[in-house]
């Protein structure tokens, strides 16, 4: 089974589906400290998979640069990811 988020589904530089997961998961791993080694992992280990199987598509600069906007844009902007009282701490 599929799903397909259309709302960021697209053809388009490859860099951005990495960053965006990462992000998620970095900011998951704020909002759920508790698993932030676990969400971290899955991170890397998301990461390392993509690396292997498509060598030197993306750099991994890259990678962290769009997911910083990302989260950037997830705490800061119109699109927000966290619960208010959460968004405050991060914001300090």
């Known amino acids: 089974l599929w799903a397909i988020d259309a709302e960021v589904a697209h053809v388009g530089a490859a860099v951005f ?3 965006f997961l990462v992000a998620h998961l970095a900011l998951k ?5 508790e698993h932030s080694v676990v969400l971290r992992r899955a991170s890397d280990a998301f990461v390392s ?11 991994p600069d890259d990678i962290a640069r769009h997911a910083a906007a990302i989260m950037l ?3 800061a902007g119109k699109s927000p990811a966290l ?7 991060l914001h300090r």
């Not at 998979?49 to 750099?59: D, L």
């Not at 619960?83 to 701490?89: D, P, S, Y």
């Open 17 to 19: 589906d990495l960053a």
């Open 73 to 75: 844009a997830r705490v």
């Open 83 to 89: 619960a208010g009282a959460l968004r405050g701490r």
């Open 29 to 33: 791993a704020v909002y759920l400290p």
């Open 49 to 59: 998979g993509y690396e292997a199987a498509n060598a030197g598509r993306v750099e």
